[in-house]
């Protein structure tokens, strides 16, 4: 089954801290995989796609096959960066159906 | 830009009572998904219409859910009788085409008491 795995709910940092969201994942084949994210008060939008290797607002992250996982990294975290932090990736029907994994709360103190 | 819209953002309802939620997807955006966000977890796909064709609804518990997008813009999603576990947000979002950026909207936070 395809599955998306955030085993974190909370990730607590200071202000320059370095940052790293967790994200595993379940799938066979080669999946597509992505970063959304929701800041208080806004509608989910898309961070970034592991397709594109860019890097946006100082987010990347790197796709390892051996490892199953596709986490979230910034070297130096700011306060606005707090946010909710979903990992997902597209379903293998190539449907465009995004599966989420459970969601990532990121809080960074001043 | 105008996003995705949806309405009402709130609505408290009685178990066993109906309910309906409305989606303006972005104009050109052929792609129309409804996610179920239950707190504490991440969306999950209800329903995702191409036009005004469903792709999948394998989701969509379909003795009380039911959704449609007559043609192919507006959508409405439809509960009836509605339970205490369908207590979440309800999110639409749209696309050019199904492999293309998803854009959502804010959301239509439902509480079944």
């Known amino acids: 089954a395809q599955r998306v795995t955030q085993p974190e709910k909370l990730l607590s940092v200071f202000k320059g801290a370095p940052v790293e969201l967790k994200c595993n994942y379940s799938?066979?084949?080669?999946?597509?995989l992505f970063w959304y994210v929701q800041y208080s008060r806004q509608r989910l939008q898309l961070l970034l796609r592991?397709?594109s290797r860019e890097s946006i607002k100082g987010f990347t992250a790197d796709l390892n096959k051996g490892e199953t996982s596709f986490h979230l990294k910034k070297p130096f975290a700011q306060e606005e960066d707090s946010a909710m932090y979903y990992c997902?990736?597209?379903?293998?029907?190539?449907?465009?159906?995004?599966?989420f994994g459970q969601g990532t709360t990121l809080q960074v103190k001043p | 830009e105008a996003g995705v819209a949806q309405s009402p953002r709130y609505k408290i309802i009685e178990k066993r009572q109906s309910v309906a939620f409305w989606c303006n997807p972005i104009?050109?955006?052929?792609?129309l998904y409804w996610y179920q966000q239950i707190l504490g977890q991440g969306p999950k796909l209800l329903i995702q219409?191409?036009?005004?064709?469903?792709?999948?609804d394998s989701q969509l518990p379909k003795d009380r859910f039911s959704a449609e997008r007559l043609k192919g813009v507006d959508s409405t999603l439809k509960i009836q009788p509605a339970k205490l576990e369908d207590s979440a947000v309800y999110l639409c979002?749209?696309?050019?085409?199904?492999?293309?950026?998803?854009?959502f909207g804010q959301g239509t936070r439902l509480t079944v008491v």
């Open positions: 979002a749209s696309s050019f085409g199904p492999n293309t950026e998803a854009f």
């Open positions: 799938y066979s084949g080669s999946p597509e």
């Open positions: 592991h397709i």
């Open positions: 997902a990736l597209v379903h293998s029907g190539n449907t465009g159906k995004l599966i």
């Open positions: 104009s050109g955006h052929a792609t």
């Open positions: 219409f191409q036009n005004n064709g469903v792709v999948d």
